[in-house]
């Protein structure tokens, strides 16, 4: 089983800055798959950025040219920089990673981490 913790959301000024990380630990042969992806009360959760094994980005067009979502394949990590923040970015994140794990056999994972609060005052 893969496990998420996640950490650096919080309170921040508009036009400020955060940087969100998600570690997954566990049996991971091989990280296939990293997005953010955060909800508020009364609207289903959503895409704010992924990154495939390969490299490739893709980010909701709200955020882009403000947020960058990294990772960090030997420490099993993926970051999202957030930048020139705005109330609208309010939101409980949740990171999403999936790959494949190892047990007995070799498996698909997708798991998600606990979600982090993120609040941007104005």
């Known amino acids: 089983q893969v496990q998420l913790v996640e950490s650096g959301g919080g309170l921040v000024q508009v036009g400020g800055s955060l940087r969100l990380s998600c570690t997954a630990s566990?049996?991971?042969?091989?990280?296939?798959?990293m997005g953010w992806y955060r909800e508020t009360p009364g609207k289903q959760r959503e895409l704010v950025a992924a990154?495939?094994?390969?490299?490739?980005?893709n980010y909701a067009d709200s955020v882009k040219g403000r947020f960058t979502i990294s990772g960090d394949n030997a420490k099993n990590t993926v970051y999202l920089q957030m930048n020139s923040l705005k109330p609208e970015d309010t939101a409980v994140y949740y990171c999403?990673?999936?790959?494949?794990?190892?047990?007995?056999?070799?498996?698909?994972?997708?798991?998600w981490g606990q979600g982090t609060q993120v609040t941007v005052s104005s």
């Open positions: 999403n990673v999936m790959g494949l794990g190892s047990g007995s056999t070799w498996t698909s994972f997708n798991s």
């Open positions: 566990g049996r991971i042969v091989s990280i296939t798959y």
């Open positions: 990154l495939t094994r390969g490299g490739n980005t």
